[in-house]
């Protein structure tokens, strides 16, 4: 019996059925509905440039036809991995790109082309879907009016077929090449990291070494004052300008090894600190109460944080 409720005159309306899908279930019947038209549009094109190409082998013009007719086969295969990821819930990783570009002349770029196996499966691909296309087409729009209780079903089976497809010819082919797709996916974060290195290294060179050597060069120059008036005390600036030398090459060397001051790394914070305070022009003290040593990036940056600020107390 269909329930009803009351409108506002008081009789009572028969309530609509309910037929409520998940949410899955219609993104997989709009994928079966789009599979005429992409099967269509798949078809025409690979038909197109397959005839023209193919007619065209006997003389050299047909082969840059079939070369441009697979990298366009390659970016249709795109367009079809994302529908499946966003109405199949299918991930599917992207087949590595066509190694080189022009690098090696023309008619290496053609050669390399014409022998992409990821060009050729998803000319495939394309071919196979226009009759796939108008059976899931007519099978959905006919179940949408005479078989609704039973379409989840039906869609979910459609689209398991729909899966497999894209998982054995629009994936990359052989593990090889999915390595290749990783590494290619994790080249950005690979630039980023050596970027963040370099800039690091920069920054080690300004605050530590150089910091360094600004004072080294200040003490010279307070011994050269004193060479005339006072020629032990510039003897003993000048040797101790020759012990700041020393560990200026030595934390010249640890960082063209890509790591922290020796003392940093080797005693920790507190006695890194003391060592910078001891060098500056200015008396400084050092506090430094640390129940735990930190971890060494936040080592690093407090000793160059403290270095760049007493070489600017030096400074001025």
Known sequence: MTSSSPDERGERLPRPPAFAYPAQTWKEIAHLLVNLPMGIFGFVYALMWLTVGVGMAVTIGGLPVLA????????????ERRRARSLLALHVDEPSRMPGGLDG???????????????????????????????????????LFVAWPVLPWI???????????????????????????????????????????????????????QARLV???????????????????AARMVDEAHGEVKLALQELRDLARGIHPAILTDRGLGPALS??????????????????????????????????????????
């Open 155 to 209: 869609a979910r089976a459609l689209t398991n077929v729909d899966r497999v497809m894209v998982r054995g010819l629009l994936s990359p082919s052989d593990e090889l090449e999915r390595r290749i797709a990783e590494l290619e996916s994790d080249r950005g974060t690979v630039v980023d990291t050596a970027a963040a290195d370099l800039r690091r290294i920069e920054r080690d060179l300004h605050d530590g070494a």
């Open 275 to 316: 060592a910078l305070a001891a060098r500056c022009t200015v008396p400084v003290t050092v506090t430094a109460d640390l129940p735990e040593r930190p971890a060494p990036a936040i080592e690093g940056i407090a000793y160059f944080t403290v270095s760049e600020l007493l070489q600017n107390i030096s400074k001025h």
């Open 105 to 143: 002349g023309f008619f290496s770029w053609l050669w390399r082309s014409l022998r992409d196996p990821v060009g050729w499966r998803a000319t495939l691909y394309a071919a196979i879907r226009l009759p796939w296309g108008i059976l899931t087409f007519a099978l959905t729009l006919v179940s």
């Open 68 to 79: 441009v007719g697979l990298l366009g086969s390659r970016w249709l295969a795109r367009l």
């Open 215 to 233: 004072a080294l060069a200040m003490d010279l120059g307070l011994a050269k004052e004193k060479l005339d008036e006072d020629p032990q005390a």
